[in-house]
């Protein structure tokens, strides 16, 4: 192949979930399409990286200074929910079960990748609050990492006299117990409730 694609191949295979066959039949696509398309897409990517930043206030992507949710009037303003990353609050509003404001943390603790509470956004977390919320939501992943952030988080959250809650977690909707993992199926059964 040539240099500029195997240029474009390298960067695609960069991105998540795109591996080898991914990127090829992205830059076949690319190519077979008509080229105002590849501009346009050069064009969009150039516009994001020039437009898009961080909320000031929750850590969200933001083309103004507050992103949508921030400004938005009909949120819920005594409720906080704490995620690690901004696809994590992505995930969490196109379910539409939370009307609440976010603070993305930027990642989880993890010692052995050198990250630590001065690497999150848990100081700017910590200034937010009180500030009227009545209940923090710690929406971190299961995972060891996703665990002990939330643990740190509560230590720290304690002291302000907040509500705090934690996301249940367990037997997905639809899921067959049979395929389930027992620390999945573990964690379910600690966190039922009376029906």
């Keep these: 192949m040539s240099e500029s694609i195997d240029r474009l191949k390298a960067l695609l295979k960069r991105l998540p979930a795109v591996g080898e066959k991914t990127a090829a039949r992205m830059v076949n696509h690319i190519l077979n399409s008509p ?22 206030e ?13 400004r938005d009037p009909g949120r819920d303003r005594t409720l906080l929910c ?3 990353k ?16 976010y603070h993305v943390l930027g990642g989880v603790l993890s010692p052995l990748e050198g990250r630590g509470p001065a690497q999150l956004n848990i100081e700017k977390l910590l200034g937010r609050l009180p500030g009227g919320f009545q209940e923090v939501i710690l929406a971190t992943g299961a995972s060891v990492e996703g665990e002990a952030t939330a643990l740190y ?3 720290r959250l304690e002291k302000l006299g907040l509500e705090i809650s934690r996301i249940a977690s367990g037997v997905p909707v639809g899921g067959e117990l049979e395929y389930i993992d027992g620390g999945t199926l573990g964690r379910a059964l600690k966190g039922r409730q009376r029906m």
């Excluded at 929750?58 to 921030?70: K, R, S, T, V, W």
């Design 58 to 70: 929750c850590g969200n992507f933001a083309e103004e200074e507050l992103c949508p949710i921030c």
């Design 35 to 56: 080229p105002d398309y590849g501009r346009a897409l050069a064009q969009a990517v150039a516009e994001v990286i020039a437009r898009v930043r961080p909320c000031a």
């Design 82 to 84: 704490v995620v690690e």
């Design 86 to 101: 901004v696809s994590d609050l992505q995930a969490i509003e196109a379910s539409g079960a939370y009307r609440g404001l």
């Design 153 to 155: 988080l509560k230590e």
